[in-house]
């Protein structure tokens, strides 16, 4: 298996965002409540990650369960009252069956303008899929959502490792505009899958609010803002000349906590008073990339 370890180099392409900004902001909401292996849905095991470290072996883990419960039953609802005090929009990056579990989240979240993109199945790793099962697992992705949603989702991101035939798959499938597996750059790039060009734009683990969970550095709130606005800060000045792309990772588990949601209110409250900051769903800036580099969208995403 190949590696680009050079990029762009010193070189990087003018990504000329709307409106001249110095910088695009993508954030992405993690929508995984009721997707996480769960005896209690009828999984073969418990997920055992989440606030502490520990998997519940052969029964239901009611602990966990409601952990990640705290996400869709409050969480969801802090995070989209900042994103509508700042006219803020973002993709939400959802596991299909946490969508069909839940489908008045997905209208909700469809209602208020944001991208609903697809995170799998299950919240899982597909590094170890064989490829007829993968296959089936996009293709049931893509049909749940859409029946939750009333959308097709254009965007893919794997949790943790995709497979060698996933980026392919996703564009056999022939609705997907752009994945988001990738964490090597601060711009997308368009990589040619099957004899067509497919967007990948970069995603990022420390802009990320998973640093909370255990062994990860954040603590505080204004860890995570901080953190947040040192990177805007350094990215924004970069785009005066060169501008870039940053990823904010978001889990309604995580930040929608009382104890953290000001560590968000702060990174938009920042990017508001910058300026010059173009905050953007993903498949906004896949559409732009593509039409940057002369490549209409020719997919049927209805």
């Known amino acids: ?10 070189n990087p392409p003018h990504p000329h965002w709307p409106g001249d900004a110095r910088l695009a902001v993508s954030f ?39 952990h990640f419960d705290y996400g869709t039953r409050a969480g969801y609802w802090r995070i989209m009252e900042l994103f509508d005090r700042y006219g803020a929009k973002a993709q939400m990056n959802c596991c299909a069956r946490a969508l069909t579990l839940s489908p ?26 064989d490829e007829d099962h993968e296959r089936a697992v996009i293709a049931r992705c893509v049909d749940e959502i859409r029946a939750a949603a009333g959308v097709r989702p254009v965007g893919w991101h794997t949790r943790s490792a995709a497979s060698p035939n996933t980026r ?7 609705g997907f505009l752009y994945d988001s597996d990738h964490y090597g750059d601060d711009l997308p790039m368009i990589l040619t899958v099957e004899d067509r ?39 924004w000045e970069e785009g005066r000349t060169a501008p870039k792309m940053l990823s904010i990772g978001l889990h309604l588990r995580i930040i929608g906590r009382p104890g953290r949601i000001a560590g968000l209110a702060r990174v938009l409250e920042h990017i508001a008073a910058k300026g010059g900051i173009w905050i953007a ?16 969208e020719t997919f049927d995403t209805a």
Not at 50 to 63: N, Q, T
Not at 104 to 127: F, K, N, P, T, V
Not at 281 to 296: K, T, Y
């Open 104 to 129: 008045w989240l997905a209208q909700d979240m469809a209602w208020r303008g944001h991208e609903i993109a697809c995170h799998s199945y299950r919240w899982e790793r597909h590094a170890n899929m």
């Open 1 to 10: 298996m190949s590696r680009d370890l050079r990029g762009y180099g010193g």
């Open 281 to 296: 769903r993903r498949d906004e800036i896949a559409r732009h990339w593509r039409a940057l580099n002369g490549l209409p």
């Open 168 to 174: 392919r798959l996703l564009v056999e499938e022939g």
């Open 28 to 66: 992405v909401v993690n929508v995984e409540e009721g997707a996480e292996l769960s005896v209690s849905l009828g999984d073969e095991r418990n997920e055992a990650v989440y606030e502490i470290v520990e998997e519940v072996v052969g029964v239901p883990d009611p602990a966990k369960d409601t």
């Open 197 to 235: 060009p497919h967007v990948v734009l970069p995603y990022a683990f420390d802009t990320n609010d998973m640093r909370f969970q255990r062994g990860g550095g954040f603590h505080f709130a204004e860890d995570f803002a901080r953190y947040c606005c040192d990177a805007i800060d350094w990215l």
